[in-house]
């Protein structure tokens, strides 16, 4: 039995948070229904790298976020389309969007009308800034949010900052945070019988992953400082020249430290007075990184990569994206599955990557093409094939 077996979700969302969201529900075993405008669908189908996917409206950002759903087409503008719609709400636990605030209840489908309908509904708005405040309804995406949050300003160094992070990190949040919300509401709903609504900002979501760095500023008085690739709560701690490239050295503890003196062959270090205590080395990190990388290019990443990992100093080589995607421990947690789509052919997905041992969450299907679903689901509901020909005609599906 899958975790979430039984479940039906209404998924209203585009592009990224929100399909994030109920990629999680979907690997789960939930029934993910993907409602889409019959004309285009999700903006992301027509969003990547290959061209002719985008004209298929299968683009590679739509194939990466939907597996294990289904494809229905309403035109929520059409009153058929909205009474379809109620037919599904009846039937299903919960329901995502992430549109921006007062779309849905312009179109006569928002919360306040669903939860008269189905009680038991647990409905996630996810959006730029919330359902309330003074940012509300300003447009947002993931890159206004980084700026907006703190985010940019404090990633890079003095020759390059602001810097957004290399791929939708405040979306991606937003859809774990929506996925982690919607769990908490179905557990709520399975002991009492209530539905809820649950009102997701990306700004709100992103916050608390900066903790730390918060923390330091809100209750120690330390503005962020811009250290690259440096960690800011230890040194040495961040990324080293070697022979052939560039490693990663995370000496956090005092014995971690002191075993790298030992093998770096600078046990003098040890006793300098810059160096000795983890808030001396803290403050002098620029100073000691030169003796460091003097010793460490003098042999290859993968040397000392396995050497100090033999003597329980973290360490890592720098992959490049394709080299860190077809690593030996990514395959062997089996992190991707292949699978066929109509048209495209065979594609890596991802897997869920939370280990279930009674109820693991797999990729089962591709991503929909788009409407591959409509006639299945709506013959559910009673409508026969002439009432199907119909609504298409008429442009509802």
């Known amino acids: 039995m899958k975790l979430l077996e039984g479940i ?5 969302t585009n592009v990224l948070s929100g399909p994030f969201t109920t990629l999680h529900l979907a690997w789960l075993g939930a029934e993910v229904i993907k409602i889409e405008n019959p004309s285009e669908g999700d903006l992301a189908r027509k969003l990547g790298c290959v061209p002719e996917y985008n004209q298929k409206l299968m683009g590679t950002s739509f194939i990466a976020q939907n597996a294990n759903k289904k494809s229905v087409t309403l035109n929520l503008k059409k009153e058929k389309a909205k009474e379809i719609f109620i037919k599904l709400v009846n039937t299903s636990d919960i329901l995502v969007e992430n549109f921006r605030p007062g779309v849905m209840d312009r179109l006569g489908v928002g919360y306040a009308q669903l939860k008269e309908i189905n009680p038991r509904l647990i409905y996630c708005a996810i959006s730029g800034f919330g359902q309330s405040g003074p940012d509300a309804f300003k447009p947002a995406y993931d890159q206004i949010i980084q700026g907006l949050s703190g985010v ?8 390059l900052n602001p810097l957004r992070a290399g791929f939708p990190l405040c979306d991606t949040v937003g859809g774990l945070n929506a996925a982690f919300a919607v769990m908490a509401a179905l557990y709520h709903m399975e002991r009492t019988g209530e539905g809820q609504f649950i009102d997701i900002a990306l700004l709100d979501s992103i916050m608390p992953m900066m903790g730390w760095v918060a923390a330091n500023l809100m209750i120690g008085g330390q503005e962020p400082q811009l250290l690259g690739n440096d960690n800011f709560t230890a ?35 040890k006793e300098d007075p810059r160096f000795k205590e983890r808030d001396a080395r803290k403050k002098n990190r620029f100073a000691l990184t030169p003796y460091l990388e003097e010793k460490l290019i003098l042999n290859t990443t993968d040397y000392w990569v396995d050497l100090l990992n033999e003597h329980d100093v973290p360490s890592g080589a720098i992959l490049t994206l394709e080299a860190a995607l077809t690593s030996p421990q990514v395959e062997y947690r089996k992190t991707f599955s292949t699978h066929n789509i109509k048209g495209i052919g065979d594609v890596k997905l991802f897997n869920m990557t939370a280990k279930f041992d009674k109820t693991p969450g797999n990729v089962e299907s591709p991503p929909p093409l788009l409407s591959e679903h409509t006639d299945e689901i709506l013959t559910q509901l009673g409508y026969s094939s002439d009432e199907l020909k119909e609504l298409e005609k008429e442009g509802v599906i």
């Open 8 to 12: 039906r979700v209404l998924d209203l």
């Open 235 to 269: 040194a040495p701690s961040g990324t080293f020249k070697t022979k052939d490239g560039y490693i990663n050295i995370a000496a956090n503890k005092q014995e971690q430290w002191e075993s790298v003196t030992e093998l770096l062959g600078v046990p003098e270090l």
């Open 152 to 159: 940019m300003a404090i990633n890079g160094d003095e020759r």
